[in-house]
Nanobody
Framework: QVQLVESGGGLVQAGGSLRVSCAAS????????MGWFRQAPGKEREFVAA????????WYADSVKGRFTISRDNAKNTVYLQMNSLKPEDTAVYYC????????????????WGQGTQVTVSS
């Protein structure tokens, strides 16, 4: 089992940057595929990015490709999401998630979730 705690959300102007982090408990962090999802008010939770156990493979939603970068530090049990060129439509609660072997973009496949961190992009 793993517990996830996100941090680093906040308010940023359009065009700005923000990095959110997700710290995981436990000694098996490197066994998990990690994902970032987001949910805006009135909308379904959507896939943002995912990273393989070693960090060697990454996947992105088309809406964030080229602007967001997911990375992980297995020694620190932490996954990051660097967000650049932010747009108002990126405003949402951002969640990290973990699973041993998910279909990376399907939130239903992830067993473990953090509590979320709010990211607000002003125009």
């Amino acid at each position: 089992q793993v517990q996830l705690v996100e941090s680093g959300g906040g308010l940023v102007q359009a065009g700005g940057s923000l990095r959110v982090s997700c710290a995981a408990s436990g000694r098996t962090f490197s066994s998990y595929v990690m994902g970032w999802f987001r949910q805006a008010p009135g909308k379904e939770r959507e896939f943002v990015a995912a990273i393989s156990r070693s960090g060697g493979r990454t996947w992105y939603a088309d809406s964030v490709k080229g602007r967001f970068t997911i990375s992980r530090d297995n020694a620190k049990n932490t996954v990051y999401l660097q967000m650049n060129s932010l747009k108002p439509e990126d405003t949402a609660v951002y969640y990290c998630a973990a699973d041993f072997s998910p279909r990376y973009s399907d939130p239903g496949d992830y067993d473990y979730w953090g509590q979320g961190t709010q990211v607000t992009v002003s125009s």
